[in-house]
């Protein structure tokens, strides 16, 4: 069924009855289904940020999108792909809001995408089967369905939420409504590379980009899809491991037994680092990081329902890292992304790899010292016995060592958290009860990362994200979407903060 498009009530809050606004509301779902046909030439655009060509179309389309909704544009040069910076000013400002939003998505294989084409949206809805049948796209002009989906690469990460936001700026302009703060937005082309360029950028452009106060638009909702905000993320590192055995391959009937294989070898150096509950067993890994019992109880507060999440995930038993889900948040991670040596399936052959590999990536939390812990994982591969080489080992070194291995590390960015009571906090559980009629779920420190550290310390500001995608979005995998019904929600919740006075 569509759902009409004015929504009206009252909900019960944890401090009483709040009442919605019903031109918020309205305009919200108006202006949200006359998106529609913007999102779709939005989200046909590749944006692979590895192709500077397709990024360029994405950033000529941000700078008309914003151009024609009063923005002045700047590009913000780094050495690969700019920085796009958005600012519109108001008569009553007394402070200045700068927006974080994504643009690029990670790479895709269109073979495994079950559709046409990863960058041909697709409306779709699901049937009692459980599968998702394709249907018209227009029929999102004429109304919705929560319950549909768009499918196609970064319809939540992140391309859904810029044009919600840029949807909820026609109608804050439509309802005669000036904030009274200056907005700048930030469009990031290569968070999907980890934003090697923003740390620098941000200090080269701080003067451009200063504000009072930062707020991302970037991320999925709480499991139970209700309103949440956000006010941490994790940061990240990255190290690639590679073990070395035969100058080639080899056939494993004429040299196994006698030809050490480097996968073989690989899999019990990186068994080494984790025991069989998940826990990292590299010494002083998670040192630093405690959990005070004040901490405890408001991680306690967000309504996990962990036996709902095993489901989700299909496992039948967690890691034992934390109490419980959210606490299991607050430690640093150490994760195995990938791994290659030869072939499998069909292309598998008997050979002994000359080379295996493994893409580790280590999250990080507030009180984590990236060097540190790259230096402990990298410390844990001495104490293995092996010899560390940078590329290829030569010659010399394959006849003097036995086990040789390289290590290369990249650190992309750090953790940050803001206190649940600083301003932006305040001011944007605000905005959420107005758009919902209820307090937002409100999560400490979430898994993902995002680049947000270089704006918080080069800028000295808090910043906290409104995340509003639906957490189901398969975001970095095939068959990428958006559920209808949130990219509604991301219009309402935008307006809901530009009409919130500061």
């Not at 073990?243 to 070898?265: D, E, I, K, Q, W």
């Not at 607050?330 to 893409?359: H, M």
């Not at 080992?393 to 953790?415: C, K």
Request: glycine letters at 6%.
């Amino acid at each position: 069924m569509k759902i009409p498009l004015l929504f009206l009530g009252a909900l019960i809050t944890l401090s009483g009855v709040a009442q919605v606004n019903p031109d918020l509301q309205k305009a919200a779902a108006t202006f949200a289904t006359q998106s529609f046909k913007e999102l779709y030439d939005l989200l046909s655009l590749p944006n692979d940020a590895h192709s500077a060509a397709d990024i360029e179309r994405n950033v000529q389309w941000c700078e008309q999108a914003f151009g024609k909704r009063g923005f002045t544009t700047q590009r913000l040069a780094t050495p690969t792909v700019p920085l796009l910076l958005a600012e519109r000013k108001s008569k009553q400002a007394k402070k200045t809001v700068l927006i974080y939003l994504q643009i690029d998505g990670q790479p895709v294989n269109p073979a495994q995408w079950q559709q046409e084409s990863p960058w041909k949206p697709t409306l779709k809805e699901k049937d009692a089967a459980g599968n998702w049948n394709a249907i018209a796209y227009e029929k999102l002009y004429e109304g919705f369905n929560p319950e549909w989906r768009i499918f196609a690469r970064s319809t939540s990460d992140a391309k859904g939420p810029a044009m919600a936001f840029l949807a909820a700026l026609d109608a804050q302009q439509h309802l005669k409504f000036q904030p009274n703060y200056n907005i700048k937005v930030i469009m990031d082309f290569e968070e999907e590379l980890g934003s090697p360029n923003l740390p620098a950028a941000v200090q080269q452009y701080k003067t451009e980009l200063a504000a009072d106060m930062l707020i991302i638009y970037d991320g999925p909702r709480h499991v139970s899809n209700q309103p949440t905000l956000s006010f941490g993320a994790r940061g990240i590192c990255e190290i690639t491991l590679t073990t070395f055995g035969p100058r080639l391959p080899v056939h494993s009937g004429n040299y196994g037994n006698y030809t050490p294989n480097p996968a073989m070898r690989l899999a019990r150096l990186l068994a080494s680092m984790k025991d069989d509950a998940g826990r990292v067993t590299i010494p002083g890994f998670y040192d630093g990081i405690t959990l005070t019992e004040e901490e405890k109880a408001i991680l306690k507060l967000v309504p996990d329902n962990e036996t709902e999440i095993k489901k989700f995930l299909g496992i039948a038993k967690a890691d034992n890292i934390g109490a419980n889900f959210q606490e299991s948040l607050q430690y640093p991670t150490l994760n195995i992304r990938g791994l290659d040596a030869l072939f499998v399936g069909k292309e598998s052959r008997t050979l002994i790899p000359a080379t295996a590999t493994a893409e580790i990536d280590l999250r990080l939390v507030p009180g984590s010292d990236p060097e540190r812990l790259i230096g402990l994982v990298k410390k844990q591969v001495l104490d293995q016995g092996y010899y560390l080489v940078e590329g290829e080992p030569t010659e010399e070194e394959r006849m003097q060592h036995d086990r040789i291995a390289s290590f290369r590390s990249h650190f992309s960015y750090a953790a940050f958290q803001t206190p649940f009571t600083s301003e932006p906090g305040i001011w944007l559980n605000k905005a959420m009860i107005k758009a919902f009629g209820k307090e937002p779920i409100k999560i400490r420190l979430t898994g993902g990362s995002i680049p947000i550290s270089p704006f918080v310390t080069t800028l000295n500001i808090p910043a906290v994200s409104v995340p509003t995608v639906n957490a189901d979005n398969n975001q970095h995998a095939e068959n990428e979407n958006i559920r209808v019904g949130n990219y509604v929600d991301a219009v309402k919740t935008f307006l809901a903060i530009l009409m919130e006075k500061l």
